[in-house]
């Protein structure tokens, strides 16, 4: 089956950076669109960044996230450097295989979902 592990949250000050990782098993993840979104307490589930043909990102977080992809470790990333305390959520990593039918930032196009990491940013 599919399975989508995501890891590398915790607790950071702000202005430091952390990075997360999607490992992905029962796909290769080079098939696949990718992305990762973030729910914060009370609030929807929100895009963050998609890997696909290119990249793309939620304007809350350009020039700060990168993501990335390790096809031979069939592995996602995401870097997030100069973190706020805005950033504050779960993240999760999803795939949607063979490609996208949809707006990327919509995350009902997206077919695996993994369980989530905590992301806390101090101030």
């Known amino acids: 089956q599919v399975q989508l592990v995501e890891s590398g949250g915790g607790l950071v000050q702000a202005g430091g950076s952390l990075r997360l990782s999607c490992a992905a098993s029962g796909l290769t993840l080079s098939n696949c669109t990718m992305g990762w979104f973030r729910q914060a307490p009370g609030k929807e589930r929100e895009f963050v960044a998609v890997?696909?043909?290119?990249?793309g990102y939620a304007e809350s977080v350009q020039g700060r996230f990168t993501i990335s992809r390790d096809n031979a470790k069939n592995m996602l990333y995401l870097q997030m450097n100069s973190l706020k305390p805005e950033d504050t959520a779960v993240y999760y990593c999803?795939?949607?295989?063979?490609?996208?039918?949809?707006?990327?930032?919509?995350?009902?196009?997206?077919?695996?979902w993994g369980q989530g990491t905590q992301v806390t940013v101090s101030s």
């Open positions: 999803a795939a949607r295989y063979k490609g996208l039918v949809g707006a990327y930032s919509d995350m009902l196009v997206y077919e695996y």
């Open positions: 890997i696909s043909r290119s990249g």
